[in-house]
Every structure is written in C-alpha cells, then in structure tokens.
C-alpha cells in the first residue's frame, strides 16, 4: 500500500517529491469519500429521492407499455389465425350486387322471379362471366335464415336435430360461389319448378342429420310443409355468419321450387358472378344489365367476394390497429423515459464515475451498472404489466380467436421486445458513462 503520512517522507527529500505526496493524499482523501457512491455506482440513481419518482415513473410507463404490447401481441395473433380460415368458399375472382325489388311494381311470384332470370341471363352474356347467381342469403353477410326439417321415416316431434340455416337460390350458386361438391351432385337445368323437389346439404347437415349413413339419396321436408325433397348432393361447410364462428348445418333449395312449395319468394336477392380475370373490371358493366331491366332499380354493395370477407372482419382488424398503435406509442415513451433517467444519472454522478475510473475501474464495469439500471426498471415495469395484461386479458377474450389469454409465445415476446428496448435505450447512457475523463472531471473540481 502506498503512504503518503508525514512519516513516510524521508528528511532529505526533493520538493516535487514531497508536492506530489501531498497531492495523492488529497486524492486518497477524496476517494475514501466517494466509495459509499463507488459500491452503489449507478444504482444510486433510483435511491435518491428523486431519483426514486423517476423510477416510479419509468416503471409505469414499462408497465402500460407492457399491458398494452399484449394486448395487442393476442389480438394480432388471433387476427392472423382467422384470415387463415377457409370459408368454404372461393372468394377470389368473383364479384356480388345486391338487388331489392320493389313490392308495388314486383308484387306475384313470376314477376320476382322472371326478373331474375333475366338479370341472370344477361349476366351470363358479359365476357369473361362463367357462372352467374342469385341467392338469398350471401355468406358473412349477416341475412342468414333458419327453417328446421322432418326427416323421413322418423319420430320428428321428439327429434334433438338443430334448426338448420337455409339458402334459397338459382341453379348455378355452387359454380359461382366456389362451393365445392362432395358427393353426388348440385342443382341442373332439369331441377325446376314443377319437377322433384330436391336440395343440396352440407356436411355439417349430413353429419348430424345422418350419423354414420350417406345422406344422398335421404328425404326431407319443410317442417309445417307437406312435400318431400330428396338429398341429390353434399357441398362443402361454409361459414355463415363470421369466419370465426363454426359451420353451421346448411341445406340449399331452389328459388323456383321453394316459392312453388312455400308461396315464399325474396324480393332481395344477391347477385353473384364468376369471372375469369378482375372481377371489379365488370363493375359498370353488370350495373348496365340491370338498369337496362328496371332504370329505377337501386342497386346496393356492388363489390368483389373478396370485399365480403376482408368487411367480415373489419372489427377485429380495427382492434389490431388501435392496440397496436397505443401499444407502439407506449414502448416509445418507455424508451424514452428510461434513456432519460439514465442520461440524467450520468450527468449527476459524473465525478463518482470519474474517481472510479482513476482508482483503475474498468469501462466494462461501468457499463454493465448503467445497462444493469435500465434492465432492472425493464423487469420491474414487466412484472407488473404482465400481471395487469393478464388481469385485464379476459375482457379481449370476445376478440380472440384459437388464441389463449394466456398465449405463451405472445407473453415471451412482450418480454422479450420490452428487455431489448431497455437495452437499447440504455447503450448510449452507458457508452457515454465510459468515455468519462477523470482528468478533465477531478481538474474542474
């Protein structure tokens, strides 16, 4: 150990030694003074008393910004899983039109019906149109409608059966829709008012209706009706009413025949086209063939399939980006207040940075406690927010879909994201921490 007491000077020494002893006592003096702040090192920044508010500060923001990223992260999650969902349907290459036929001028069957055969027709003439359509309740449109069924040959009245949704529409729905065939086989040109009853199931319907049996061939009817329809076919499920909700049991009727069978024909119909190409290109086009029918006809949602199903989910696309944005806005705050205290400490504890540095300690070091103050608040925040998010997760659950509340790999990478944001705010406090001269420091004192 070096001495620099009076008795460690001998007698006879030079004036520039005995000057320079008198200097490192000084020094020594002043270093003894600082080691409580040398074993706190930057710690002591968030045990001052206003260092102290500040850390409160920042740890809220970390928490908010937390609560909010995972919300978002569950949100985001659940949105990607449901733009994954097939909807039973080929939504690409075909456009739909909604018509309303006015009762006062369209008030009998064949009138209703004669104006959409004609419609159709003239559809079918556009080039590029391969199939076209009519049909009652378009999917993820929210018209759906429910007419439950007596099965052939069973007891109905005790029945457990589900009230299944029913589409009435014109020959070619399958083709123009995209719906796939399973067994047996769709509407024809033969299938008609005046001819055999007959519809289309869905697999769900079959499923349910006919466990363990082939449902092609099966006969049913209206409940409160008397003609039997015979199953000619089995189609893909299709989702009804939104992509999240499971299919439902479905069975498809003619216009023509039900209107025969029901007196009931729809004044409102959607018309659907399969086009080879760009479907929105035929805008114009299939607008003309109906003004050409009726001029006064209003016409609403002219607009691709594929326009359908993206309006399907506007609601939780709009959630996406509201968490997402309050989330970022979040994470950028925290950022920024972390950076911010960190700076400030810097600023205030340089001259216990600068002693530091002169007794040998080693940029390194210095670094870490800096970096280690930021990660520490990072935790902290963490901790907290996690635990609100999942608090408060439940109140997203309507939102959700296949995604947990609880969802681990949404948690890991809010935490993850949160600890190198930290770390990233708390580099350059650090890197400047390091290039702290103790010369410079200890000659302005």
């Known amino acids: 150990m070096l001495r620099t007491d009076r008795a460690a000077v001998p007698a006879g020494a030079p004036l520039e030694v005995r000057g320079a002893l008198a ?5 020594s003096g002043r270093a003894r003074l600082a080691r409580p702040a040398l074993v706190n090192g930057v710690v002591g920044i968030v045990v001052a008393p206003r260092g102290r508010l500040r850390m409160v500060l920042v740890t809220a923001e970390m928490a908010l910004a937390a609560t909010m990223l995972v919300g978002a992260g569950l949100v985001g999650r659940s949105f990607q899983k449901l733009m994954a969902v097939d909807p039973g349907f080929t939504s690409e ?4 039109m909604d018509v309303s036929l006015p009762r ?27 199939a076209a359509a009519a049909t009652a309740s378009l999917p993820l449109s929210g018209g759906t409608t429910q007419w439950s069924l007596d099965v052939e040959g069973r007891d109905n009245s005790a029945t457990e059966l589900s009230t299944p949704y029913i589409v009435s529409a014109t020959t070619d729905i399958f083709r123009a829709m995209g719906i796939s065939i399973v067994r047996g086989r769709v509407f024809a040109a033969e299938d008609r008012a005046g001819s055999v009853p007959v519809t289309v199931v869905s697999e769900a ?29 089995v189609v893909r499920d299709v989702r009804p009413e939104a992509l999240s909700a ?12 039900f209107a025969e069978m029901t007196g009931i024909v729809s004044q409102g119909m959607t018309l659907v086209l399969r086009v080879a190409g760009d479907p929105a290109a035929l805008t114009t086009a299939a607008r003309s063939v109906v003004r050409a029918l009726d001029p006064e006809l209003p016409l609403h949602r002219v607009q691709t399939l594929e326009s359908v199903v993206e309006n399907s989910v506007a609601r939780p ?15 950028v705050l925290a950022v920024v207040g972390v950076y911010g205290v960190l700076s400030h400490a810097m600023t205030r504890r340089r001259r216990e940075l600068a002693v530091r540095m002169a007794l040998g300690g080693r940029p390194g070091e210095v670094s870490r406690l800096v970096m280690g103050s930021g990660l520490r608040l990072a935790v ?5 927010g996690l635990g609100a998010a999942l608090a408060g997760a439940r109140v997203l659950e309507a939102l959700l879909y296949e995604v947990s509340p609880t969802d681990p790999v949404t948690l890991v990478a809010v935490g993850a994201t949160l600890l190198v944001a930290a ?4 580099w350059l406090p650090a890197r400047r921490a390091t290039k702290v001269s103790p010369a410079e420091v200890l000659r302005g004192e």
């Open 23 to 27: 200097v490192a006592k000084q020094f």
């Open 93 to 96: 290459g075909a456009m739909v």
């Open 104 to 130: 006062v001028r369209y008030d009998t069957t064949s009138k209703v019906l004669g104006f959409y055969d004609r419609a159709l027709e003239g559809m079918r003439a556009l080039p590029g149109v391969s």
């Open 205 to 233: 319907l079959a499923r349910e209706f006919w466990p363990g049996e082939e449902a092609v061939g099966k006969r049913v009817r209206l409940s409160g009706e008397d003609e039997w329809m015979t199953v000619v076919g």
């Open 246 to 257: 499971a299919p439902r049991p479905t069975y498809y009727l003619l216009t023509s025949q």
């Open 317 to 331: 696309r709009f959630a996406v980006t509201v968490l997402s944005a309050f989330g970022v806005s979040a994470l």
């Open 380 to 384: 902290g925040g963490l901790a907290v």
């Open 423 to 426: 770390a990233a705010a708390s």
